[in-house]
């Protein structure tokens, strides 16, 4: 394994794309959502038009091919994700292959992501978790709080 870590550019809309689709949890047991999914448009704000201004996040390759990203977005009041904060703080998303989880590279894109917005002025970060994803105690771990709690998932948030 050669892991490289590079800035997400608007070129990588691809690989985004078919990052994000696994980004979007599924209950053990449950089948898999139709890829169409990420077209509704509660969830295509989350990736359409990447690249805007103040639009950033990493990839993480293996010998070249892209295994895993995370990206954050500032979301407006009036097309808000669903770990909207305020007008100010970045939501992340992240998405890693599954045969590189629990291998450090979840952890190195955060680590990253998290350096990014310092340098970029965000005084906070926030995300979205379904209460049941593992992925929680990786936020936990990188120091993401519950701000807000839903049915199904947690607004979690961090001071970067």
Not at 57 to 81: A, M
Not at 128 to 153: C, I, M, Q, T, W
């Amino acid at each position: 394994m050669e892991l490289t870590y590079r800035y997400l550019s608007a070129s990588d809309y691809p690989i985004l794309r078919e990052l994000f689709y696994l980004s979007i949890f599924v209950p053990e047991g449950e089948p898999p959502y139709p890829e169409s999914i990420i077209d509704l448009p509660a969830l295509s704000i989350y990736i359409e038009g990447f690249g805007k201004e103040g639009d950033f996040g990493f990839v993480c390759d293996d010998d070249g091919k892209p295994v895993g990203t995370i990206w954050g977005r500032v979301f407006k009041s009036e097309n808000k994700g669903f770990g909207y904060i305020d007008d100010r703080t970045p939501e992340l998303g992240m998405a890693v292959l599954p045969k590189y989880r629990n291998k450090g590279v979840g952890t190195n894109l955060l680590t990253r992501f998290l350096e990014e917005a310092k340098r970029r002025g965000h005084r906070t970060v926030s995300l979205s978790v379904d209460k049941r994803n593992p992925a929680k105690r990786l936020y936990e771990r990188a120091g993401f709080k519950v701000f807000r709690e839903n049915e199904v998932d947690f607004i979690m948030i961090k001071i970067p």
